[in-house]
């Protein structure tokens, strides 16, 4: 059996705070492919894994049932008991952070005062106070953050950002974003998420980072926002589902929807969708389906679809499982980012522009006019 946790040469060490949706990541890196959905992956002796320039050390998490279970899950990892020894181990080269979002900006500048690169899941901040501390810390300390946006990991976001990026479709002139996705079953395991953020930095994380990642930094958001009826049931205080116009700094537009108290219908839309409008072609990138629907060279609308390929790699072989596949792909892409010297997106820059644009859209819903983020980043202090 092949020792995936051995050091290698130009491999770096990850280490996981916040041990519920984060041991999904250490399982990502030390989890073995099946065989019969291996093929194209690395191998590693004669088994198949995910990263190439990265592994997995070890986790934390303040619940002491949660750090159990994640070695349970994952065994023959470092699980200690204190953050000080997590924070002092040198085998972590990048913490991954996975707690609730009030807590990530003190843990992001504490892993840079560490010496540590982060790697932070969405929404990165919710107070827009924090993000001058966190750019600051980065600075005085050299270390870049990623943040998780998984779903630009996911093979038919990825494959329609290539495509695009090769000018398959022209210019891009429009951006249509969606995430709906009931979310009675998130409450249940985050209820410090009823009072304690918005769906402005929750689920509509998703949508508003794809439209930055097409259009740019954005100038200007015009939203709305209701509460639906499972929002009223568990309390909410601010819209469960919003609707969002965004112009880019470059005259683009682009919009973006999201509801998360809505009866789905699942064969009919799939919970996130990325539609890019081109000058030459049009693209749709659907999760949970793994497909991406384009207009060929002919005119004719061509269906590609990995759910069958890469279930193995994406969902360890489940069908609609959890986000084993981009969590890997996000944390190898940072890593090698780190040894080469290169860039990763999102970064730092396009994380702050996403929690502007976020905040941009609770606050033009909440007083039914346009925001300009440009009044949102000075009063940041950026």
Known sequence: MTDHNKPMANHLGIGVLGLHEGKSLLKALTYSIPDSVSQGHLLIGDEPRRSQYCRAIGGFDLDPAKRLSAAEMVPGLFYPDSLDEFFANPEIDIVAIYTPDPTHAELIIRAFEAGKHVICTKPLVTDLKQLGQIVAASKATGRRLLVGQSTRFFEPFLQQRKRTEAGEFGDVEFVDAQYNHRMDWFYAKSPWSIAETDWAFLGMSHPLDLLRWYLGPIKRVSATGSISKLGRDVGISGPDIYSVNIESEDG???????????????????????????????????????????????????????????????????????????????????????????KASPELEEGVDVVLLMEAVRRSANSGHAVELADLRNEAGL
């Open 252 to 342: 683009r537009t682009g919009r973006a929807l999201g509801h998360y108290g809505l009866v789905e219908l699942p064969t009919a839309r799939n919970a996130i969708e990325l539609m890019v409008y081109g000058s030459k072609g049009t693209s749709l990138a659907q999760y949970h389906d793994m497909k991406l629907k384009r207009t060929g060279e002919d005119g004719a609308e061509i269906t590609e679809d990995w759910l069958y390929e890469k279930r193995g790699y994406f969902f360890n072989n489940e069908v609609h499982g959890m986000h084993y596949g981009e969590f890997a792909r996000y944390a190898d892409a940072f890593a090698k980012a780190l040894i080469e010297g290169s």
